[in-house]
């Protein structure tokens, strides 16, 4: 059976990651936006760069879906710049709770059990993707504007330190999937030569089995020496086995 040439890709608006990287992503702007006026900010950068961090989580899982038919090591690593951008976001908002004096919710607490315990339900879709998307997900993040738009910043930054972690560790789920997937299916060179090979053997007549392991065989040609530019049959686990089998002639 024939494989598909081009893996799966796009669909990332189904992931759970990018949904909370949206909800983050747009949080992050709001927050920066009523927080940390540029005015006050020391170096005239952190707010740029919190928003910049949330935006590369948010845009690499984009990127990286999209990549996924014709690479998934490009997938994997852009998957990965997604989580080590929202770990870049995290740092930031440590160092603004620490400036306050304020240590992060323990997991103990019942606000860290309160947004640990919301989620987004799976998103559903007609023909008019990007409309249902978009109303999908303002009704849905509703749920969460009792904490990320909180008129306490405190609040809302212990908050977003929860869901960021929480996206973190969605995409580190997502990395290990990638991979083992990697591994059953192989990469786009693999698949194309697995399929050129299937086309060229289909053409052919049904390759024999090799006279010394007993295994199918495939033709080739011959590169170099008194036989070079003819066809004969060698076997398919060569260069372990080497039979080998002359074709016969029409």
């Known amino acids: 059976m024939k494989k598909a040439l081009f893996s799966k890709s796009g669909g990332y608006r189904k992931l759970h990651s990018f949904n909370f990287a949206t909800l983050i992503h747009l949080s992050t702007i709001s927050f920066c936006k009523r927080f940390i006026p540029y005015r006050e900010d020391p170096l005239g950068k952190t707010s740029g760069q919190m928003i910049g961090a949330a935006r590369s989580g948010r845009q690499n899982i984009v990127e990286g879906s999209e990549r996924a038919g014709t690479s998934k090591e490009t997938e994997m690593k852009l998957t990965d710049v997604s989580r080590a951008s929202l770990g870049e976001l995290l740092g930031d908002l440590e160092i603004f709770l620490a ?3 304020v240590v992060p919710w323990s997991v103990h607490s019942d606000e860290h059990k309160a947004v640990s315990s919301l989620n987004f339900p799976d998103f559903e879709y ?3 993707l990007l409309h249902d998307y978009w109303t999908w997900y303002h009704r849905e993040k509703v749920r969460f504007c009792r904490w990320v738009e909180h008129d306490d910043p405190l609040v809302c930054a212990n908050a977003l330190v929860i869901l960021i972690r929480r996206a973190m560790s ?3 789920g997502q990395m290990r999937h ?3 997937a990697f591994l059953d299916e192989g990469g786009f060179r693999e698949r194309l030569t ?6 060229r053997d289909s053409s052919q007549e049904p390759a024999p ?3 010394l392991c007993g295994k199918p065989m495939r033709q080739r040609t011959a590169r170099k020496g008194a036989n070079a530019g003819k066809q004969f049959w060698s076997c398919s686990a060569y260069p372990n086995c080497k039979g080998v089998r002359p074709i016969a002639s029409p």
């Not at 697995?194 to 086309?199: G, N």
């Open 99 to 101: 400036e306050r004096c």
């Open 126 to 128: 007609s023909d008019d």
């Open 209 to 211: 089995g090799c006279p």
């Open 178 to 180: 990638q991979g083992e």
């Open 170 to 172: 969605m995409l580190g």
């Open 194 to 199: 697995t399929a050129r090979v299937e086309v």
